[in-house]
């Protein structure tokens, strides 16, 4: 099969389901906390509507999964996939996929950060005792280098299969899809990722050098 004929790669952007932090608004980065049961749920008729032969994610198309190590995202990846009938396809558990580390922010509502804080955003501010933007924007950046090398591979020389899957968190979320189509961290502020949300990222022109954002939010319940 030559270049032209390979389909183009992607990559699946999965926010991890309903947690009871999420509900309330409280910033969730190390703190490990398990799904809901209504997030267990959602996220598991997410996976039959979307995971399988022939749907949207099919697992014979998936080279890598990145999965963030907090149990949230952990349980979310089993959720998706667990129900085929073949094997998981490749993933790899990694802190590169974690969330913003809110650092001395962690657990707290945006009203109690305001509080101590007023003024604060984490989009120019970073967190104390956390993340700056730089480290979440290198962070970030530098995953989105190892996915477009497995686009790479797959699109040039057929190594591989065409798309990659994340499944990650919020901020991180944002960030990453700010940072995919080439827009400064800040511009994250400008998506709204929802809980068990699947974006899908690609590119204009069937080149690796026009990245674009094709869907965002697949199935979500949108509050």
């Not at 509502?109 to 007023?118: C, D, K, M, T, V």
């Not at 050098?209 to 949108?222: F, K, Q, R, S, T």
Request: hydrophobic residues 35%.
């Amino acid at each position: 099969m030559s270049t032209s004929d390979r389909p183009m790669p992607r990559l699946f952007l999965i926010r991890h389901g309903e947690t009871e932090w999420s509900l309330n608004g409280r910033h969730t980065g190390r703190t490990d906390i398990p799904l809901t049961a209504r997030g267990e749920a959602q996220t598991a008729q997410r996976a039959l509507q979307l995971v399988g032969e022939g749907k949207v994610i099919d697992p014979k198309n998936i080279c890598m999964v990145f999965v963030s190590p907090r149990i949230r995202a952990h349980k979310t990846f089993h959720l998706l996939f667990d129900h085929l009938s073949d094997a998981k396809p490749p993933h790899v558990t990694t802190e590169s996929a974690r969330e913003w580390d809110y650092g001395d922010y962690e657990g707290l509502l945006p009203s109690e950060i305001q509080a101590r804080n007023p003024g604060w955003a984490i989009w120019k501010d970073g967190c104390p005792g956390g993340e700056s933007t730089q480290e979440m924007c290198y962070r970030v950046d530098n995953v989105i280098q190892q996915v477009r090398e497995h686009h790479r591979k797959w699109l040039e020389k057929g190594e591989g299969s065409r798309d990659v899957v994340i499944v990650a968190h919020g901020h991180f979320n944002r960030v990453f899809i700010s940072r995919w189509i080439n827009f400064p961290l800040s511009l994250g502020t400008h998506f709204n990722v929802e809980p068990a949300g699947i974006a899908i990222l690609g590119y204009n022109h069937r080149n690796l050098l026009e990245p674009a954002l094709n869907a965002l939010n697949l199935y979500a319940h949108v509050a």
